[in-house]
């Protein structure tokens, strides 16, 4: 099959894919509620006046990086090209971005804005990076984030290729101790970036890619209102610190399945304002396990709902299922079900922790997040000699219903 018809059918599925995939959590809501633009984020884009050039004039939805200059050698700035073919293919309904195989694309921090037509993919089949350490970041760019996508509603970010974060010189910046070899202290993050965020978007699907080695959460979505994680594999060493494998906060009607997640902090972490969260088939190794949390800090209101965990295999790692708020805080989790998880060599295997603290001199307080409506079943496997199977911190203050 020739170049021009690889393409070409690659456009022709991504626009039925793009039909038929949102179907779970992608609830029909037009409209963003406007929080404001934060500091660093563009307003919305508009349309370029000049219409886009296609990689191929026989395949006007496709975009390949490389024809709009990306060198793709692992050592050539390539952000250029991969604005430059995101404003083309974002331009036309059904564009598809297309990063070829066989190549490693470096880009800078970069913010990648909507609006887009309807049908936008995002393909990646080669290997896409940011530079390598602090010391190679670019003056000017935000050290908290990597790869934002803002306002692309109806968007898909999917490939056979791999997202590689470069981040072993970020985990070794000596501002925050975590724990190393034998008991030891090593030193660790500072503002070190997030690798991917998705920020106010609405019915979004993450499908198929490799993350590896983020500098620090892999996979963050803020915001947003259907969301589908499908099939993904994030990939970063046990020792790795602060490095989520997917970070949801302020985000409802999320699902996420047949994913591997190995990493150094919490497999899936769930922020504060999420609801409808479900979270089937997914493996967790060496990390901190599934948390809900942590909420309530600095006295804040933290609402979580209707959170489902199934059938997850959860392995070496230092805690099992989670919840942790701090005292002082306000709000409710309520309507968390985990069932038919198996764990392997786990520390703690189920925990509420509502004196959640990183230092021993946090004070009691009288007010905490009120926790209601939480039930295990068929939770099964083995478990560090050092903890019990099931350990639970619950303040005198908190009216809490634990159902087991």
């Known amino acids: 099959m020739g170049?021009?018809?690889q393409l070409l059918f690659i456009c022709v599925i991504f626009s039925l894919s793009n039909v038929e995939g949102r179907t779970h959590?992608?609830?029909?809501?037009?409209?963003?509620?406007?929080?404001?633009?934060?500091?660093?984020?563009?307003?919305?884009?508009?349309?370029?006046?000049?219409?886009?050039?296609?990689?191929d004039p026989?395949?006007?939805?496709?975009?390949?990086?490389?024809?709009?200059?990306?060198?793709?050698?692992g050592s050539t700035d390539d952000t250029e090209a991969f604005t430059s073919a995101w404003k083309a293919a974002c331009a036309v309904e059904s564009g598809v971005l297309y990063a070829p195989a066989d190549y490693e694309f470096t880009i800078t921090s970069t913010i990648f804005s909507g609006p887009c037509k309807p049908g936008f993919v995002f393909q990646l089949d080669g290997v896409l990076?940011?530079?390598?350490?602090?010391?190679?970041?670019?003056?000017?760019?935000?050290?908290?984030q990597w790869l934002v996508f803002y306002r692309v509603d109806g968007?898909?970010?999917?490939?056979?290729?791999?997202?590689?974060?470069?981040?072993?010189?970020?985990?070794?910046?000596?501002?925050?101790?975590?724990?190393?070899?034998?008991?030891?202290?090593?030193?660790?993050?500072?503002?070190?970036?997030?690798?991917?965020?998705?920020?106010?978007?609405?019915?979004?699907?993450?499908?198929?890619?490799?993350?590896?080695?983020?500098?620090?959460?892999?996979?963050?979505?803020?915001?947003?209102?259907?969301v589908l994680i499908e099939d993904l594999s994030i990939d970063s060493p046990a020792l790795s610190p602060n490095t989520d494998g997917i970070h949801v906060q302020d985000t409802k009607y999320?699902?996420?399945?047949?994913?591997?997640?190995?990493?150094?902090?919490?497999?899936?972490?769930?922020?504060?304002g999420c609801s409808d969260v479900d979270i089937?088939?997914?493996?967790?190794?060496?990390?901190?396990?599934?948390?809900?949390?942590?909420?309530?800090?600095?006295n804040s209101q933290a609402c979580v709902s209707n959170i489902s965990v199934s059938n997850t295999y959860i392995k070496d790692s230092d805690n099992?299922?989670?919840?942790?708020?701090?005292?002082?805080?306000?709000?409710?989790?309520?309507?968390?079900r985990f069932e038919n998880i198996e764990m392997d060599n786990v520390k703690n295997c189920i925990i509420i922790d509502q004196y959640y603290c990183f230092t021993k001199g946090c004070r009691n307080e009288t007010s905490a997040v009120y926790v209601s409506d939480v039930s295990y079943k068929n939770i099964k496997g083995t478990y560090d000699v050092r903890s019990p199977p099931s350990y639970t911190l619950l303040p005198a203050a908190t009216q809490s219903h634990v159902q087991i």
């Open 155 to 226: 968007m898909t970010f999917t490939g056979s290729g791999t997202i590689e974060g470069n981040g072993e010189q970020w985990w070794e910046l000596p501002c925050k101790p975590h724990r190393g070899p034998n008991g030891s202290t090593l030193p660790g993050p500072c503002d070190s970036p997030a690798l991917i965020r998705f920020f106010m978007s609405v019915n979004v699907e993450v499908i198929g890619l490799r993350i590896q080695n983020s500098p620090q959460f892999h996979l963050k979505f803020d915001g947003c209102e259907g």
């Open 25 to 55: 959590f992608h609830k029909d809501k037009s409209k963003h509620t406007d929080k404001g633009t934060p500091v660093g984020l563009p307003p919305e884009s508009e349309s370029p006046a000049d219409p886009p050039i296609p990689s």
């Open 320 to 336: 099992g299922v989670r919840i942790k708020t701090w005292q002082g805080g306000m709000g409710s989790v309520a309507g968390i």
């Open 129 to 144: 990076m940011p530079p390598s350490g602090p010391d190679c970041w670019p003056e000017g760019d935000s050290k908290k």
């Open 3 to 5: 170049i021009a018809r």
């Open 280 to 298: 089937n088939n997914v493996t967790c190794l060496h990390g901190h396990g599934i948390s809900i949390g942590s909420l309530g800090v600095h």
């Open 254 to 272: 999320v699902g996420i399945y047949n994913s591997m997640i190995a990493n150094g902090d919490d497999c899936i972490s769930i922020g504060p």
């Open 58 to 73: 026989n395949n006007p939805c496709v975009f390949d990086v490389t024809s709009f200059g990306a060198v793709g050698d």
